[in-house]
């Protein structure tokens, strides 16, 4: 059934004075691009909850120390993106985005499934690295895909519905992973082609296999007009020597942009990245947290996050649609400003959780804190696209989510480190959960409310040149 027609809304000013009128892709063909966005957003944290599921039997069958579980689940995902992260972000810039998405989904379903016949630590640890090969496409790609096919009147509905993928993957990730590792506990391992693949295993094989139904949606879609650049964005000469257009492949000219325009930058990476470190970190050491300090299995964990993570998210988005909505009609700075009174929240209720007596209120403290940053981080992705140059908004948003993912797959190794090193008892994970989570959160509160003024600032620039 066909969408209504083209909208013809938002008008994009050039150089001089002429103003010409934005022609926006259908409602069905916008929203149609939106959905597998989601589906692939859905897969790619369903696979790296599962995975997390797994730390205690995958720490157990290699036997790994903290330190070395937390690297695989982290540092060891990033190598890999620190040569190909910005690279693949520029591809979004300069080809088709629904081609760099499907192979990146389809690289992130290969690699999964082949975590499921690794032998040993080393080969785990190749598998995670090139995870990051198919992860440090989606987010650059899907982001700058999103704001060239919604106005910018909706497009933070479009951005909140985008969480969809995050909460669904979180929220169904323990729970079919702790039914997966119960029913596959006792399986003996299996022999197939000089292989010995574990029965956990078998699950990051299976759990692979849909991202390459995914791959071949994007192929669907259809690729909306690119937004025209502002007039003063900063992009490489068009007589510019070989040499110099290969530059562009680094990030040399959005590393410029963000330099230029540090002020509002700056704070705003400064709060994810201390941010992630926690979240990330929290994120894959929180099942053995729960199995070490409250006793529980997977499947009890499972069952019982599965609903909380649900039932909170939903609830973070309404809270922040409504939030911002309701500062959008006050202050032009709304999207930073409710991010920040979103991270105190968080802050707040990821120290109080390992202090908690009991299990049920530990997870409980978990997914308050969860709602909260589900709330926060729709403005947060709506400010960056706001304010990020046209040509060059898939690579900004690359070094924004590069800060967010480096420094967030380093948290679970930094938590691994002070669990082993500072606490040195494995049986106390809940002092590193605390000693990590007092220290760094309050950090990165102050920094994003640092970024209010300067964010409010550029905004209104924005809207007196008319973009």
């Known amino acids: 059934m066909a969408g209504p027609p083209p909208v013809m809304s938002d008008s994009v000013t050039g150089e001089g004075t002429a103003t010409i009128e934005r022609e926006w892709p259908s409602s069905s063909a916008a929203y149609w691009a939106l959905f597998v966005i989601i589906l692939a957003t859905f897969i790619t944290f369903f696979d790296q909850v599962i995975f997390g599921m797994l ?9 790994l120390t903290d330190a070395e579980l937390g690297f695989l689940a982290g540092p060891a995902s990033i190598i890999c993106y620190l040569f190909v992260g910005i690279p693949l972000a520029r591809l979004a810039d300069i080809c088709p985005r629904k081609y760099v998405l499907a192979a990146g989904v389809a690289v992130i379903g290969g690699v999964t499934a082949l975590g499921g016949i690794a032998q040993n630590f080393v080969q785990f640890i190749a598998t995670r690295v090139f995870l990051a090969a198919g992860g440090s496409a989606h987010a650059p790609a899907s982001y700058s895909l999103i704001a060239d096919a919604f106005p910018p009147k909706i497009i933070t509905r479009a951005f909140a519905l985008l969480q969809l ?18 029913m596959t506990a006792d399986w003996a391992p299996s022999y197939i082609g000089g292989l010995r693949i574990l029965g956990w295993q078998w699950i990051l094989i299976w759990t692979g296999m849909p991202a390459f139904l ?41 590393a410029k942009a963000i330099r230029a325009n540090r002020k509002v930058y700056y704070p705003l990476f400064a709060g994810l990245a201390l941010s992630a470190i926690e979240s990330f970190g929290l994120m894959f050491w929180r099942v053995p947290f729960m199995i070490r300090t409250h006793g529980w299995n997977e ?25 911002v909505e309701w500062l959008n009609k ?79 797959a380093c948290g679970s190794f930094i938590l691994g480190l002070v669990a082993q090193y500072i606490v040195g008892d494995p049986h106390k994970l809940w002092m590193a959960v ?25 905004v209104e620039r924005l809207e007196a040149e008319g973009l």
């Open 55 to 63: 730390a205690e039997r995958i720490k157990g069958d290699f036997g």
């Open 165 to 182: 993928g995050f909460i669904g993957g979180n929220a169904l990730g323990p729970l079919a992973g702790g039914m997966l590792i119960a």
């Open 214 to 254: 995914i791959a071949i949606l994007f192929l669907t879609i259809k690729e909306p007009k690119r937004m025209a650049p502002a007039h003063d964005a900063l992009q490489p000469p068009a007589d510019a020597p070989l040499g110099r257009k290969i530059l562009t492949f680094t990030g040399l000219d959005a």
């Open 434 to 458: 605390l000693i990590t989570a007092g220290t760094l959160l309050p950090l990165a509160t102050f920094f994003i409310f640092r970024a209010i003024k300067p964010y409010r600032e550029e």
């Open 299 to 323: 499947a009890q964990i499972g069952a019982a996050l599965s609903g909380m993570v649900l039932v909170a998210s939903l609830c973070g988005l309404v809270i922040g649609s409504v939030t």
């Open 330 to 408: 006050r202050y032009k700075d709304a999207n930073v400003r409710a991010a920040a009174i979103f991270f105190c929240f968080v802050t707040t209720f990821t120290i109080l959780a390992p202090l908690m007596p009991n299990g049920w209120a530990a997870l409980g403290c978990f997914a308050v804190a969860n709602m909260f940053g589900i709330a926060g981080a729709v403005p947060q992705n709506a400010a960056i696209q706001r304010v990020a140059p046209n040509a060059m908004r898939g690579q900004v948003t690359a070094i924004y989510l590069f800060m967010f993912t480096f420094f967030g």
